[in-house]
């Protein structure tokens, strides 16, 4: 009843807008600079005494460019501390750093895309086009290095005594008190380099470095990768000006993986001691942590089949290591950050152990269970070691929102909500978890960013983003409607889904276009504002109802809803959005006969699949980026849900998207990037030649040198200009 009253409302609000005094969205706006979404800074930090917020913003007139912005936390005055277009060469980076960007998720950005507080908080190490400055509170910026190489993953060390990065696949340290480069290892080159984190732990594992720091800088542990065993792919990069054949050490599934070694040596590449990870070097190495008092080392070793999760405890002094408890599950263990240890020796824990993410207490063996029920836990914030209390984020009143929470880890009970409902929150906290940093959105209201107590007090706006009358969306905002919020009957619980609407006049039938992700780890149904949320507003002012339906495969919904797609891909997900599409028929608003469907990478497959299961059920389909056949994707991320395919093909011969194309009848778009290194272009490929074998029509834009995101603003406007026009040939003019 609750999400029947809040749609009623949402509906209410959309009919009562005046259509005569809406601005509609044009589609040239949507990428152009400044960001609709308004001001949207990246990596907010607190200084380590807590004076000044650190983060950094993006400017009015290149929404792509970031400086470095701090604000004072009493007066909430804000100053340029780095200004990258002044400071940066401008320079390419290297092709290394360009990937990692892309892992990351911040391909198409330029000036500083990363930084970090020195312990002292008298200066922060910045990148910028590959070389390294360190910039003072007074707005003086010095150059660290200058080389032709790029220096990536650079990093403070706990105590401030050196800063480290990577260069030409081996580690430097760099010595801040008497200005000494001493390189650590120097055989890394070829397929071998030293503390980075190899493809699948940087695109699948979340894990973005190879390298890490003890509390007391008397070591550091690094990965050592050895590529020499990964298959190669021949992939050409096709550009505007000419192909160029990249050979990729790519894992794809089945196949052998890097083998990853840990060490463990002194901050001058001596003691060099090789951590025992077990006699099987077919495993992953997913964490790594180091002990409150940094007297051992705390690394998390995964199986190939990742149904078991061991976390090791290693002394660095030896390399020698005991197991100290491990996760299974029948299906696959899910990582997470959320591993704290504490001054007292025992270790804060997330486990789905009981179905859910909840946290755990260990204890010299003891378990502890400090929350319960039948919602996640998402991420550990912080730790109040005095007061005993953990920070939070979760999802205990609904999935659709993200909250913060606390919990006593001495007398463990029902959980305290800090933030406000009615928003989407992540939260940063200092070290001494006195401080909250917020991030929060809402379907109303751009990232906001503000500066509070641990009672959620705000003490000052770090980024109030205020949809006044200079925001960039400001003149589209008659026309904004507010998604409707809602669920479906399912066959694991209610499923979630999010519709925006047009003003709709009684009697009349609009069409629909469902955005359709349904992969693990995909929600998209949120009470936030999203990167897609002015393209829906768009499409609305377009006339179309926009709809998306989180099916079983997605997260925060436990275990069982997750693991429905465990060795079958392709399945449940498919029969839960077809589950969704006969509700909206049966909408008196909805007009049948004009739904269509579209989808990027995973969703791109989803639609795929869609128009195969269904023919005739969508009146067509855009598949962005899609894969085509699992044995073509990397082996952490495909083997996870659909297992080994030398061992068992089966459920890959079920799971893939190809060879059932022949059955597709609906009109298809595909689009891909042809220098895509994650969804690689013969994905497509293999599509295309499938699709004209079976003498089958389709539709196909290629963008040359566009990666997966296909990023910039011309080529994702042009994407969109395509998909638009497609769409109102084959579905908004159809009778």
């Given at each position: 009843?609750?999400?029947?009253?809040?749609?009623?409302?949402a509906?209410?609000?959309?009919?009562?807008?005046?259509?005569?005094?809406?601005?509609?969205?044009?589609l040239?706006?949507l990428?152009?600079?400044?960001?609709?979404s308004?001001?949207?800074?990246?990596e907010?930090?607190l200084?380590?005494?807590?004076?000044?917020?650190?983060?950094l913003?993006?400017?009015?007139?290149?929404?792509?460019?970031y400086?470095?912005?701090?604000?004072?936390t009493?007066?909430?005055?804000a100053?340029?501390?780095?200004?990258s277009?002044?400071?940066?060469?401008?320079?390419?980076?290297?092709?290394?750093?360009?990937?990692?960007?892309?892992?990351?998720?911040?391909?198409?950005?330029k000036?500083?895309t990363?930084?970090?507080?020195?312990?002292?908080?008298?200066?922060?190490?910045v990148?910028?086009?590959?070389?390294?400055?360190?910039?003072?509170?007074?707005?003086?910026?010095?150059?660290?290095?200058?080389?032709?190489?790029?220096e990536?993953?650079?990093?403070?060390?706990?105590?401030?005594r050196?800063?480290?990065?990577?260069?030409?696949?081996?580690?430097y340290?760099l010595?801040?008190?008497?200005g000494?480069?001493?390189?650590?290892?120097?055989?890394?080159?070829?397929?071998?380099?030293?503390?980075?984190?190899e493809f699948?732990?940087?695109?699948?594992?979340?894990?973005?470095t190879?390298y890490?720091?003890?509390?007391d800088?008397?070591?550091?542990?690094?990965?050592?990768?050895?590529?020499?065993?990964?298959?190669?792919?021949?992939r050409?990069?096709i550009?505007?000006e000419?192909?160029?054949?990249?050979?990729?050490?790519?894992?794809?599934?089945g196949?052998?993986?890097?083998i990853?070694?840990?060490?463990?040596?002194?901050?001058?590449?001596?003691?060099?001691?090789k951590?025992?990870?077990?006699?099987?070097?077919?495993?992953?190495?997913t964490?790594?942590?180091w002990?409150?008092?940094?007297?051992?080392?705390?690394?998390?070793?995964m199986?190939?089949?990742?149904?078991?999760?061991?976390?090791?405890?290693?002394?660095?002094?030896s390399g020698?290591?005991e197991?100290l408890?491990e996760?299974?599950?029948?299906?696959?263990?899910?990582?997470?950050?959320?591993?704290k240890p504490?001054?007292?020796g025992?270790?804060?824990?997330?486990?789905?152990?009981?179905?859910?993410?909840?946290?755990?207490?260990?204890?010299?063996?003891?378990?502890?269970?400090l929350?319960?029920?039948?919602w996640?836990?998402?991420?550990?914030?912080?730790?109040?070691?005095?007061?005993?209390?953990?920070y939070?984020?979760?999802?205990?009143?609904?999935?659709?929102?993200?909250?913060l929470?606390s919990?006593?880890?001495?007398?463990p009970?029902k959980p305290?909500?800090?933030?406000?409902?009615?928003?989407?929150?992540s939260?940063?906290?200092?070290?001494?978890?006195?401080?909250?940093?917020?991030?929060?959105s809402?379907?109303?209201?751009?990232?906001q960013?503000?500066?509070a107590?641990?009672?959620?007090?705000?003490?000052?706006?770090?980024?109030?983003?205020r949809?006044?009358?200079?925001?960039?969306?400001?003149?589209?905002?008659?026309?904004?409607v507010?998604?409707?919020?809602?669920?479906?009957?399912?066959?694991?619980?209610?499923?979630?889904y999010?519709?925006?609407?047009?003003p709709?006049?009684?009697?009349?039938?609009?069409?629909?276009?469902?955005?359709?992700?349904?992969?693990p780890h995909?929600?998209l149904?949120?009470?936030?504002?999203s990167?897609?949320?002015p393209?829906?507003?768009?499409?609305v002012?377009?006339?179309?109802?926009?709809?998306?339906?989180?099916?079983?495969?997605?997260?925060?919904?436990?275990?069982?809803?997750?693991?429905?797609?465990?060795?079958?891909?392709g399945?449940?997900?498919?029969?839960?959005?077809?589950?969704?599409?006969?509700?909206?028929?049966?909408?008196?608003?909805?007009?049948?006969?004009?739904?269509?469907?579209?989808?990027?990478?995973?969703g791109g497959y989803?639609?795929l699949?869609?128009?195969?299961?269904?023919?005739?059920?969508?009146?067509?389909?855009?598949?962005?980026?899609?894969?085509?056949?699992?044995?073509?994707y990397?082996?952490f991320y495909?083997?996870?849900?659909l297992?080994?395919?030398?061992?068992d093909p089966?459920?890959?011969?079920?799971?893939?998207?190809l060879?059932?194309?022949?059955?597709?009848?609906?009109?298809?778009?595909v689009?891909?990037?042809?220098?895509?290194?994650?969804?690689?272009?013969s994905?497509?490929?293999?599509l295309?030649?499938?699709?004209?074998?079976?003498?089958?029509?389709?539709e196909?834009?290629?963008?040359?040198?566009a990666?997966?995101a296909i990023a910039g603003?011309?080529?994702?406007?042009?994407?969109?200009?395509?998909?638009?026009?497609?769409?109102?040939?084959?579905v908004?003019?159809?009778?």
């Open positions: 009843m609750r999400h029947l009253a809040l749609g009623l409302l509906v209410m609000s959309v009919l009562s807008l005046d259509p005569a005094s809406a601005r509609d969205l044009p040239d706006r990428f152009a600079s400044p960001d609709l308004g001001r949207t800074p990246r907010p930090k200084s380590p005494d807590g004076r000044l917020v650190t983060l913003r993006n400017r009015p007139d290149d929404r792509d460019r400086d470095l912005w701090a604000i004072d009493s007066t909430g005055a100053r340029m501390l780095v200004d277009a002044k400071i940066g060469s401008g320079g390419e980076v290297s092709e290394e750093e360009k990937m990692r960007r892309e892992r990351q998720r911040i391909a198409g950005t000036g500083i990363d930084y970090a507080w020195a312990p002292d908080g008298k200066s922060l190490l990148p910028i086009d590959g070389d390294l400055y360190a910039a003072t509170l007074d707005g003086n910026v010095r150059r660290l290095t200058d080389t032709k190489a790029t990536i993953d650079a990093k403070v060390s706990e105590t401030g050196f800063v480290s990065f990577l260069r030409e696949q081996n580690l340290v010595d801040t008190v008497g000494q480069e001493r390189a650590l290892t120097s055989d890394g080159g070829g397929t071998l380099s030293w503390g980075a984190a699948v732990a940087q695109e699948e594992m979340g894990r973005s190879g890490w720091w003890s509390p800088d008397r070591y550091i542990a690094v990965a050592r990768v050895d590529e020499s065993p990964v298959g190669i792919v021949t050409a990069a550009g505007a000419g192909t160029k054949l990249v050979a990729q050490r790519y894992p794809a599934a196949t052998a993986n890097a990853v070694d840990l060490y463990i040596m002194a901050p001058d590449g001596s003691a060099r001691v951590a025992d990870l077990g006699s099987n070097p077919d495993i992953y190495l964490r790594v942590n002990s409150a008092d940094g007297r051992s080392l705390l690394v998390q070793r199986s190939r089949d990742q149904k078991r999760l061991d976390v090791l405890r290693v002394d660095p002094a020698r290591s197991l408890f996760e299974t599950s029948p299906t696959w263990v899910n990582l997470n950050d959320n591993l504490l001054r007292d025992s270790l804060i824990w997330s486990s789905e152990r009981s179905g859910f993410s909840h946290l755990y207490r260990w204890s010299a063996g003891r378990w502890t269970q929350t319960r029920g039948d996640a836990v998402e991420k550990v914030v912080a730790v109040d070691q005095k007061a005993k209390t953990i939070f984020t979760g999802t205990l009143e609904t999935p659709l929102e993200q909250q929470y919990v006593s880890y001495a007398r009970g305290v909500r800090i933030t406000d409902a009615g928003w989407s929150n939260v940063e906290m200092d070290n001494k978890a006195s401080r909250l940093l917020v991030t929060r809402n379907p109303s209201q751009p990232g960013v503000y500066l107590d641990t009672a959620n007090h705000r003490l000052a706006w770090i980024e109030e983003n949809l006044g009358p200079d925001h960039p969306y400001a003149p589209y905002l008659d026309s904004h507010e998604p409707v919020f809602g669920t479906l009957p399912g066959v694991s619980g209610d499923l979630h999010r519709m925006f609407s047009p709709r006049v009684a009697g009349r039938h609009y069409p629909v276009f469902v955005h359709v992700y349904a992969g995909g929600q149904v949120s009470r936030a504002w990167r897609d949320l393209l829906y507003q768009h499409l002012d377009q006339g179309w109802i926009v709809f998306t339906l989180d099916g079983r495969g997605t997260n925060r919904r436990g275990a069982k809803f997750e693991g429905a797609i465990y060795h079958a891909m399945g449940a997900e498919v029969e839960d959005q077809l589950a969704g599409l006969a509700w909206l028929k049966r909408q008196d608003f909805v007009d049948p006969a004009r739904v269509a469907v579209m989808g990027w990478s995973y989803m639609t699949k869609l128009l195969e299961r269904a023919p005739g059920a969508f009146a067509a389909g855009v598949a962005v980026a899609p894969v085509t056949r699992w044995e073509n990397d082996t495909t083997e996870r849900y297992g080994n395919p030398i061992s089966k459920p890959y011969e079920t799971s893939e998207a060879d059932q194309a022949i059955a597709i009848r609906d009109p298809l778009l689009v891909h990037g042809m220098s895509d290194d994650n969804v690689v272009f994905n497509t490929t293999s295309i030649a499938k699709l004209q074998k079976e003498k089958k029509p389709f196909l834009m290629v963008y040359p040198g990666t997966h603003e011309g080529p994702r406007t042009h994407v969109w200009l395509t998909i638009e026009k497609f769409l109102d040939r084959t908004r003019a159809a009778p």
